[in-house]
């Protein structure tokens, strides 16, 4: 059977006690509590003088053993203390570990930026086109002409005698081929046959109408010669009248 550590009696065969640790006999001494100490003698019966030197020689182990016992409860609360502190420590650590690693991690917020849409693409240059622009007709009136009204005007319609008027005005503010003329009267919401009427009884030179309708157009944009020409038979000239018309321009 194993001694448990504490305080024994000293195998040596001194009257103290000495702190056997479990293995081996240390050299910690403390005084028998059971036993009477020194002062007990002093003050009971008078020493013997053959045990006075003895009692000497006890006095500094006692000592040594208080101090020695000192040093060992010191030791012994440094350990129990600096456990403590360990023990203290990591639960702090472990406690922290849990806080960090419990601790929700909140999302950053992303900034969505919203850019404008791309402007249009630049539109296409479209190439010139080289034919000449149709001219309208221009807005200036032409020098008066005198017309002279048509002869048998007392038997026409109401509708025919308007149209004769109207054929006149249009004469007198501007130049007109035949069939320009009658489209234009039909325009105006007169019948054909009074339009067609009307155009046949005014005393209109078409052929100085296209020389007039060619200065015309000569005054607004610059033309070639079939240009010219082209454009007075697209307003209802005859050919020979646009070819007089632009002859009397010198072209």
Request: glycine share 8%; proline share 11%.
């Amino acid at each position: 059977m194993t001694t448990p550590p504490g305080w024994h009696a000293d195998p040596e065969g001194s009257a103290q006690l000495r702190w056997w640790d479990g293995q081996q006999w240390t050299s910690a001494l403390q005084p028998d509590p059971m036993k009477p100490t020194a002062s007990e003698h002093l003050s009971g019966a008078p020493a013997d003088p053959a045990s006075g030197g003895s009692n000497h020689k006890k006095w500094p182990w006692v000592v040594a053993a208080g101090v020695v016992l000192l040093v060992v409860i010191g030791v012994v609360n440094s350990a129990d203390k600096s456990s403590d502190d360990v023990a203290s420590g990591q639960a702090t650590t472990t406690a922290q570990s849990s806080a960090v690693e419990k601790a929700p991690v909140i999302p950053k917020a992303t900034t969505t930026t919203v850019l404008p849409p791309p402007p249009p693409p630049p539109a296409p240059v479209l190439p010139v086109e080289t034919t000449e622009p149709e001219a309208p007709a221009p807005i200036a009136p032409a020098a008066p002409k005198t017309t002279e009204p048509a002869s048998g005007q007392t038997g026409m319609t109401g509708g025919q005698r308007n149209a004769v008027r109207a054929a006149n005005s249009y004469l007198d503010y501007s130049s007109f081929s035949r069939q320009g003329l009658i489209d234009q009267l039909t325009y105006e919401d007169y019948s054909t046959e009074d339009a067609t009427f009307a155009v046949d009884n005014v005393a209109a030179d078409w052929n100085e109408q296209a020389a007039l309708s060619a200065q015309d157009y000569l005054d607004y944009t610059a033309f070639s010669r079939q240009g010219l020409v082209d454009q007075l038979i697209y307003e209802g000239f005859t050919p020979e009248q646009a070819q007089y018309g632009v002859d009397q321009t010198g072209l």
